[in-house]
């Protein structure tokens, strides 16, 4: 009998399994001692003991109980299961195996020991025995929501992405309320670059688990994908107020902070990060990366080395590292670093990035063949594993139909100067990226009557609020035309602060396609152009790792960069014949001999006077904080001459694409290649 009860002890333990199973363990544990003190052999009381110990996070305790009733009676297959459960949290995977293995032999039908010992399998590396065991837990039990989870988690960690979202489906059919699914299945989404299907993954498991902190998060991350920073902070503000310590949360807050150019905001969240995550190597990382951005590179060179003593050999600190290494010059120690990372530790990005990156390097020490080899392997990988939802062929038609109506007739439509005087008129900065649209951005932000907004959406929400663009830009009416300025002035007021009594220059290079339509809006707006080299354009953008869009993606190869090239300037030299445009040319090899002189024409083009600050346009891009565009550390080096005429180093790699390319150089100014 147990003591203080007119319980027999099988029905004490029956009596505290009752209370395990509803959850409470006190109770359970209470009544297992008394059973263990009227009778200390009790193998189940010890069994059942060492599993409430499991529960409330003292395995090791569970280890030695569990064993004791195993010694005792060891042909109860539940007990080596949860032995190797106790073993598997502590990090004794070869002996949770074994747990699991004499769970097996001693009843070949338990199904939940097959799909544990899977789980093990999947820690120690072995893919093939987990997949195998979670098959067989499922043949067993072809109705268990949590080994098909479970099952999926193994797989996605594995990379197979597609039979993971297979068994996170199959999970979710059998328990559709099962919100850590959701979460996960959209993060096979997210792998697979599906950003649609993970945001509505993310935002059912918050319906079903509103408190669901990682879901938010995850939510904050797709939203960021999709470029709806707003929301992506909301979300994680969100999921850090319902886990105050989720140092993942803040960090991905940092990153969408710089990606919001605020920087002491991501600056403070990336350090909140990482106190909460010390030995974390990441928060340090992406705080590094941030510094190196905005060219505080000390602090980031400081924040890489905190990295990697966290994390020997982390592939992002090195890449940082090695970053900062050729900003400073020191481009053989850049490369040895990059050189040293071993190719088995590189992720696709970070594969990639390093390419990109050697390929800078070697292009500075004259080594034009290794320096080549490396950017046709980066642009090859990254388009491979980056443009599964980007379509360049979509922007080379949009080019297309937009040349097709730029007409005499367009010409004529446009010639309407009724603008009304609520507007202010904008300068549009525009040219094929890589033009030095970057530096004269600099040049042009330094005087204190211009304001340069940076690389931001606010002509294309105008596109996209046409229907039938470009066709119906003839025939927009007066009403269309103050919708669309409101619009576009509503966009500009979300990305900057406007200070009085200065001219708006709105910098985006790709806006050349749209001159018809910036006509057409802003009939008295100047437009400035960037041009420089054909060839040294289309190298430049060959060589740069830019985040793939539907433009972006056509730089992969010179052969696509100079096909989109064609199509661009082809437009430009049509509009420009057309169209009423007020047209600066800005020559960048000009530009780079002669900062004053092209300085002098291009102000006096915008009629706003000379200011000695242009000259100083390297310390205002310094104190400028974060550059939205690829050229951001350059143009916060004194001017130099070392990409003027660069291509000539790479003339046999370009020569498939320089008869294309030549008469645009002659359109331009520039000499025949022959006469070079």
Request: with cysteine; hydrophobic share 40%; net charge negative.
């Amino acid at each position: 009998m147990v003591s203080n009860t007119n319980l027999s002890i099988s029905q004490a333990i029956a009596l505290g399994k009752q209370h395990h199973s509803a959850g409470d363990l006190q109770k359970a544990h209470d009544i297992y001692r008394q059973v263990l003190q009227a009778d200390p052999k009790q193998a189940e009381a010890l069994h059942y003991l060492g599993l409430v110990a499991y529960q409330v996070g003292k395995p090791e305790d569970a280890v030695g109980l569990i064993t004791k009733a195993l010694a005792l009676d060891e042909n109860v297959a539940e007990a080596h299961n949860h032995l190797g459960l106790c073993l598997h949290s502590v990090g004794r995977l070869d002996q949770a195996v074994a747990s699991f293995r004499k769970a097996i032999e001693v009843d070949p039908e338990f199904a939940e020991a097959f799909s544990n010992l899977a789980s093990v399998f999947n820690d120690q590396g072995d893919v093939d025995e987990a997949v195998a065991n979670y098959r067989r837990a499922l043949q067993l039990n072809p109705k268990s929501a949590l080994t098909y989870y479970n099952f999926a988690a193994a797989l996605n960690d594995a990379g197979r992405f597609e039979e993971a979202g297979e068994n996170y489906r199959i999970a979710l059919t059998i328990n559709p309320s099962f919100a850590e699914a959701h979460n996960n299945l959209g993060g096979v989404y997210m792998n697979l670059r599906h950003v649609d299907e993970a945001e509505a993954c993310y935002r059912k498991a918050i319906e079903i688990q509103p408190e669901f902190s990682e879901a938010h998060n995850n939510l904050g991350n797709a939203c960021r994908e999709k470029g709806w920073l707003d929301e992506a902070v909301e979300n994680y503000q969100k999921s850090i107020l319902l886990d105050p310590e989720f140092s993942e949360a803040y960090r991905n807050l940092g990153s969408v902070y710089k990606d919001q150019s605020k920087i002491s905001n991501a600056v403070d969240a990336y350090n909140t990060a990482i106190k909460l995550n010390p030995e974390g190597a990441e928060a340090c990382t992406n705080l590094g990366e941030l510094y190196e951005l905005v060219s505080q590179l000390d602090e980031a060179e400081a924040c890489f080395e905190n990295a990697l003593a966290i994390s020997p050999g982390y592939p992002n600190a090195t890449i940082g590292l090695s970053v900062i290494k050729r900003r400073r010059g020191e481009t053989q120690q850049a490369i040895d670093l990059l050189e040293g990372i071993p190719e088995e530790d590189l992720s696709v990005t970070n594969g990639y990035r390093v390419r990109f990156e050697l390929g800078k390097l070697y292009d500075l020490l004259g080594k034009t063949d290794e320096a080549f080899n490396h950017l046709v392997q980066g642009n090859r990988l990254q388009f491979d594993s980056r443009a599964t939802n980007v379509r360049p062929e979509e922007y080379v038609e949009l080019i297309d139909s937009i040349a097709k109506t730029t007409t005499t007739a367009l010409a004529v439509a446009i010639q309407s100067k009724d603008v009304s005087k609520e507007f202010e008129t904008p300068v549009f900065l525009v040219g094929f990226p890589r033009s030095g649209t970057t530096l004269l951005d600099q040049i042009l932000d330094s005087h204190p009557r211009l304001q340069v907004m940076e690389e931001r959406p606010a002509l294309d929400s105008a596109v996209a609020e046409i229907g039938g663009y470009p066709d119906a830009i003839a025939n927009l009416s007066d009403d269309d035309l103050y919708s669309l300025r409101s619009q576009y002035f509503e966009v500009v007021d979300q990305y900057m602060d406007r200070k009085a009594d200065t001219i708006l220059v709105d910098k985006l290079p790709l806006n050349i396609i749209h001159t018809a339509l910036i006509a057409k809006l802003f009939p008295d707006a100047r437009i400035i152009l960037a041009m420089r080299h054909p060839c040294d354009v289309v190298l430049s953008n060959f060589m740069q790792m830019f985040q793939l869009n539907n433009a972006m993606g056509n730089f992969y190869s010179v052969g696509q960069a100079s096909k989109l090239y064609d199509r661009v300037m082809g437009l430009w030299l049509r509009s420009a014949e057309l169209l009423p445009l007020n047209v600066h040319l800005s020559r960048y090899e000009d530009l780079v001999l002669d900062v004053e002189g092209s300085a002098h024409s291009l102000l006096e083009f915008l009629d706003v006077g000379w200011d000695d600050a242009v000259l100083d346009h390297t310390a205002h891009a310094r104190q400028r904080g974060k550059i939205n565009t690829p050229s951001y550390s350059q143009v916060t080096e004194p001017i130099y001459q070392r990409a003027r005429f660069r291509w000539l180093r790479y003339e046999s790699q370009l020569s498939a694409v320089l008869d294309v390319l030549e008469p645009y150089a002659i359109a331009f100014g520039y000499p025949k290649f022959s006469e070079i």
